[in-house]
């Protein structure tokens, strides 16, 4: 078997380009290795570490620049994320048949993409400067944190990156001929190596910083992203464990404004007082 030669623009159709053993290990075998370890480590965490499934917020240390940068952050990955999942999951012929040409679909993914993705950067930056100067801030950072860091502003500039290329040029790779039959693949249990060995250099690079991250999303701050994100919003900022209502009834009554909020006590909590 022949090695694909790397293709940093344009690249030869899929059933032309041959698949070599790297093909097979990074595009046929790496995706799963990288799901095993995202289940398997996140119901590892979720065992051993409850009390570490938190963001580590550091909102009392310093608010004015994380009330910008936080949501900027936040909204601009929920909207990247969409744009996955539309242009990864979502076949072309679908988007044909609802009589949305090629051409409307690219103006649109760019325009849409390219805003929530710089929107991320921006956001990152931001709370990455925050880190680096506010002291009790940088002091809270973790080796972990850090290559935490290095992972999603890699996955974040090379997403950026070949999606700016493939405005300039002329011959740009179809990802939704390459990139997304191969993601969609995965799922059946056929990868198809050759259409990932066929989208070029580019989008393979930064599909490798996005499995990177994924796996070691479940060892990570990035873990209270899996926390269903409603009840994420009303929780208290610090987790407390309250005290068990058995050994307190009737003796420490709950003050107004202190009230257990937004986690399972809520509702202990209210049953108390409704009987007290
Ligand atoms: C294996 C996982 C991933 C695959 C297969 C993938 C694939 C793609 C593809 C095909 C594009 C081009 C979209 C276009 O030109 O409209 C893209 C763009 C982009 N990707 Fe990814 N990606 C992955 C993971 C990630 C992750 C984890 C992040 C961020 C943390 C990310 C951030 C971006 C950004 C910012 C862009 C620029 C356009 C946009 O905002 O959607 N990607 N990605």
Same mark, same amino acid.
């Given at each position: ?13 899929p059933e032309a380009v041959d698949v070599g053993v790297w093909d097979i290990l990074l595009w046929g075998a ?124 890699? &996955? $974040? ?5 070949? /999606? ?5 040029? !002329?011959? #740009? +790779?179809? %990802? ?35 499995? &990177? $991250? ?5 060892? /990570? ?5 899996? !926390?269903? #994100? +409603?009840? %994420? ?44």
């Amino acid at each position: 078997m022949m090695q694909s030669a790397p293709v940093l623009l344009a690249a030869p159709a899929p059933e032309a380009v041959d698949v070599g053993v790297w093909d097979i290990l990074l595009w046929g075998a790496l995706p799963y290795i990288v799901l095993a370890i995202v289940i398997g480590g996140t119901i590892w965490r979720y065992k051993y570490d409850q009390f570490g499934w938190t963001t580590r917020s550091s909102q009392l240390y310093e608010s004015r620049i994380l009330r910008i940068a936080s949501p900027l952050f936040h909204f601009g990955i929920l909207a990247v994320l969409v744009g996955h999942l539309v242009g990864l999951v979502i076949p072309r012929s679908w988007t044909d048949a609802a009589g949305l040409s090629e051409h409307a679909y690219h103006i649109m993914a760019l325009g849409i993409g390219l805003v929530a993705g710089f929107g991320t950067l921006v956001g990152i930056v931001m709370l990455i400067y925050r880190r680096r100067t506010t002291g009790p801030v940088f002091m809270a950072t973790t080796k972990n944190d850090k290559f935490m860091y290095v992972m999603l502003v890699a &996955a $974040l500039l090379t997403g950026l990156g070949v /999606t700016i290329i493939s405005v300039f040029d !002329t011959t #740009p +790779v179809d %990802y939704r001929q390459t990139v997304s039959p191969w993601f969609r693949s995965i799922w059946i249990l056929q990868p198809d190596v050759q259409a990932m060995a066929a989208s070029g250099i580019g989008f393979q690079t930064h599909a490798l910083f996005g499995m &990177a $991250l994924f796996a070691i999303w479940p060892f /990570t701050r990035l873990v209270h992203a899996f !926390t269903a #994100p +409603v009840h %994420y919003l009303f929780r208290p900022y610090i987790v407390y464990r309250s005290r068990d209502s058995k050994d307190t009834a009737g003796m420490v009554p709950i003050r107004r404004g202190w009230e257990p909020i937004g986690t399972q006590d809520r509702a202990r909590g209210s049953t108390r007082s409704r009987t007290r």
